[in-house]
Structures are given as structure tokens and as C-alpha cells.
């Protein structure tokens, strides 16, 4: 079974965000890697195109009752009607998550994807989080500084072989 | 958007029931629709290589929290932790559905494609439901003879056409 | 901790289905057993009912993202933002299955708590499942007559003492 | 109906975190409020004991499938067998959230809550969550610095009445 990734960021995002997100899908995409997003607007509608613009495969993980308001490039779309409580099931279908810019809902999946604890999880302008009195926590999440870099640490949780990919 | 349906039926199934599900698997992917299935053993194994010999995409919506325990055949996991109440999920992630063969997870996933109420529901050799005073529902679902027919029905929903495909 | 009963029914029911709720929920109150409901119109409000007369506790499992639509008898909710997935959780919550009445909606909770096993389940005017063949299934659900034979199957899991009530 | 308050906290957590845990428990049962909480070990267990000693009422939400790990000072036990998915049930069946002590699941209770948005969150001794630049985020949480002003920030939300409470 391919790899699979899970890339999560805002409805609201900054345009680096989408850059961002964009390169990290292609990137994914030609590493063989299967991508799953939130299927929405924002860094998810960018990590999807660029899965496409990759030739990949990326399925999105809605919350509502509908396919209707996901992002047209996604491959496939999994209608949850679970509200944010998807925001766990993307995070447990992943080998690896990454995380891209900062808002409520992807801090709940980076946390989320910690309290599982057999993932890692790489962030890329994501919020920063600090124990109680201010201080870095001492086993955290990666912090990347390009989307190189973010995909090349999500992608060395095991080998991915091109023939992998459907 | 690809149409995507949702094929349900038994870990514990007969052999009537996998053949059936291997050729309703062929038969989706071969029309371009994507399949959403439990993505354990039985019934969910057999559509899955189906959908795999027919060279389509069919993904699998886990219980557990693992994707080691998910079919050799799927072309991605969701991995949901959330036990049963995963039957939803697919339910909804359906344009239709079709159940082949009996157990009290499929009557599950049949009664939540009825509640939903807006998605045909399509069995093949699943169990009969009768209101109180063993009459047949009024509106229930429709009974298909043949995989072929099952197929049919599914795709009644809208015209798919095949460069619809991923 | 109390013994816990899920009693689940329809939202449009019989009015002999709503008398039954209401006798269903003071018995259960009496013995000192929790009523777990889907907390809305129906056989739910009516259950409801019956507890509170009972001066029992029952809580509210609701499928919505707000507790306003919940009905006014409950002594507390559970505010799922689930949709029917939150069936399943009425399910697990429960030591014993009491289903009033038919729907789809019901008939899916029968058939989870039949999946999760280790629970009784007694169905008083619900639908009727029959095998592929049209025969009853081997080891199905308990169909009481009345309120009273379907709250001493229930409550024959296992001794309820009315010092347990909160 | 009664204001329902969720108090989340870690399992693992310091004896600070308890103390005030069992005392933001005592204030809640006092005003009248219903208590939701994880209905596990820490300050799940801590809340839950100090709701039972200011005779109040506390459901705990547990993410397994059974209620045998419950604390035992729990009026109720919901068993949702969604794993960590529950958080967001918790976060949803709230009028007012309280989160004491710092972890990975309790940061996404706090996430999932402000991400809501219509609740207060108010946090004592909990982690401190920035921007990407390391600045304090505009709306963000409510940090109280003692259980008697958690409590009173929580209630804050509407008049609790004494005889609201069942």
C-alpha cells in the first residue's frame, strides 16, 4: 500500500499558505504518496491541485452532509457528517502529517495527531504551542522551513517506491 | 466527480455473496465509478480485488486504528477509530449503495442508506425487512437478481462517463 | 454505577408507541436504571417523559449541533454534531436495547447493538427481520408484548439495586 | 435546562491540576451546572469526584468501547467507542469549557472549541498557543487564575438557577 499523507491547513490561509500547500501536493504526488486532505477551500483546495498537477491521488475528508462544497480536483471524496470530529480521521489514516499555516481546526488535527503519537507531525507556518509557563514542549512537532523539506520528513517514515502508486 | 458507490456486505459471507461482489466490483470500476467499501475480508475483500481487476479506484473505510488489517486491494485506507459508527460514513459517502449478503453490520448500513433516505439502496441476496405486522415497507429497498442488475440500478443515478475517471 | 438502558424509536410514531415510551421510561426510572435516548420528538420525547415522572435520569444523545431542539424532559444532553452516527453511541452506551416502534433510523440501532453482541436487545413493535430466504434468523432480537416483559428482559442483565440511582 | 459546563484535562496531570479540578467540580455541582468530562483517570477523575461531593451531576465520555475503565464517581457514563473523535462530542455538548492542566488531547478540546467558536473557553494552568510569529493570537482563550474565576467566567455565560437542576 502506498503511503499515505495527510495535509492539513485553514479555510482562510495567506497565499504563501497556498504556495505552500500547492508545492507539497505535487511534490507528494510524484514520491507516490497518497494524499488526504479536509476537501475544502483554502490550503486544501491548493494541497489538492497540487496533488493533480502530479498525477496523484488525493482524497478529501469532509465534514458535512454533502460531496457538493469539495474541491473539484480531488480524486475521491469521503462524506463524513461528523462536523469536526473528521479532523481525527484524518489524522488516523495518515503515515505522516503535515501541517500548513495556522487556525483552530488545524491545530486540533496537529494536536490530535500527537496524542496518537506514532506519527510525526511537520509543521510549515503553523501556530506555535508552549507548556504552561512559556517554555517549548520537549517532545513536539517538526517545524519545517520549505515544502521541500516539510514532504522529505514525511516521506522518511519508510520507503516509497514509484511502482507503489495505483 | 466521479459517481461513487458504496458496496456493503459481510465479513462472514458466502461464496455466492464474494462472486458476486468480485463481479459488482469489475463492473463499477469498469464504468468509472469509484467504490467505497469496509475494506475488511468477505464481501469488502471481493469487491475490492474486483474493482482492482477492473482497474478502478476503491477505497476502504476502516473501524480500527490501523490500516494492517485493510484488504491487500485497496487503492486507499481511511483509517476512522471509530469503530461501527464508521457504517455512516460510507453510507454517505455514497451516490448509491448496494449490500450483498446478510449480517446485522450490513442491516446497519442499509437502515442508515434508508434513514439518509436521498441514495438508492440496491440489495442482492440481503435480508428482508417487514413492518410490524410482516408486511413488505412501503418504501424500502430494491431487490436486484443479478450483479449485472445491482450494477444498473447504481448507476441509474446520473450518466457517468468514463473520462471521469482518475 | 446504575444499570443503563438505551430505549430508541421513532420521531413520527403511533400513539400506542408513545404510550408504551412513557411506561417504558417509569419503569426503568423506577427500578433505578439510566435512560439513554436519542433526545428528540416521538418515542424519544416519550420515553423521556415517562423517566422524568419516574423522578429518573436520561440523557439525550442528539445528532445536531445544538442542545435547542432537544426535548425538555431530558436531564441532560449529548450534543453529538454527529448525524446518525450517533446511533451508535446510544448503542454503546447501553446495558440492555429496548426498541419501541419502527423506522429506519430504529432498525439501525437494532442492528449495531445486534453487531456489538454482547447486549440484549427487545424490540416491542419494531420491524421484523427475516434471512435472504425469508426465515427468522437463528439468534435475533427478543420481541416482548408489553412495556413491562420488555423492562424485565432488560433489567435481567444484571441486579439493579435503587440505592445505585444517583 | 441546567447550564452543561466540559471540563477537560489531561489523564496524566500535575497534583495542582487535581486540586483544582476537584474544586472547579464542587463549584459547578454547587451552581447547578452539569458537568461534562472524559470520564477517565487526572483531572477527569478529579472533576468528576468533586462534582459528586457538591452533589451535582456528571456525565463522563468515554472514547472506548466499554465502561468498565470509568471513574467511579460518575452519574453517567456515555461509551462512544470513537477513540479520540469524542473530544469533539465533549466540546460540542458544552455551553462553557473549562481546560485545566496542559496535554495533546486537552489542546485539541481547546482547539475543537474555539474552532466552534460560539463557546467561552477558559484554561487554568494550561498550554499557551501563539501565531506562526510568536505573537499572542487575538481571540484566543480565557486564562483564569483559580477555579473560583474558571468557574465564574464558565457561569458567566447565562443565569443558572439552583432549581434547574434535576
Redo the contacts between chains.
Keep these: ?2 503511503l ?1 499523507v495527510a495535509v492539513c491547513g485553514p479555510r482562510h490561509c495567506t497565499e504563501d499558505d497556498k504556495s505552500h500547500a500547492y508545492e507539497v501536493g505535487i511534490l507528494l504526488a510524484q514520491a507516490g504518496a ?1 494524499v ?1 486532505c479536509g476537501g475544502g477551500t483554502g490550503v486544501m483546495a491548493a494541497v489538492a491541485a497540487g496533488v493533480r498537477a502530479g498525477n496523484g ?1 488525493v ?1 478529501g ?1 469532509r465534514p458535512g ?1 454533502t ?1 457538493t462544497d ?1 474541491s ?1 480536483d ?12 473528521r ?3 484524518i489524522v ?2 495518515a503515515d505522516a502529517v503535515i501541517a500548513i ?5 488545524t ?2 488535527e496537529i ?2 495527531a ?4 506514532d506519527v510525526p507531525v511537520i509543521t510549515l ?8 509557563d ?1 517554555n517549548p ?1 520537549p517532545e513536539s512537532v517538526t517545524v519545517a522551513s520549505s515544502p521541500r523539506q516539510a514532504v522529505d520528513l514525511a516521506l522518511a517514515v519508510r520507503p516509497v517506491r514509484p511502482q507503489e502508486t ?1
Tied chains: 1, 2, 3, 4.
Excluded: H
Design positions: 500500500m502506498p499515505q497518497i488526504i491521488l482524497i475528508v452532509n460531496a469539495a473539484p480531488l480524486s475521491a471524496v469521503i462524506v463524513t457528517n461528523l462536523g469536526e470530529a479532523n481525527a480521521i488516523w489514516s499555516g495556522g487556525s483552530w481546526g491545530l486540533s494536536a490530535l500527537k496524542r496518537r503519537g507556518g503553523s501556530w506555535i504551542i508552549l507548556d504552561r512559556g514542549l495505483i
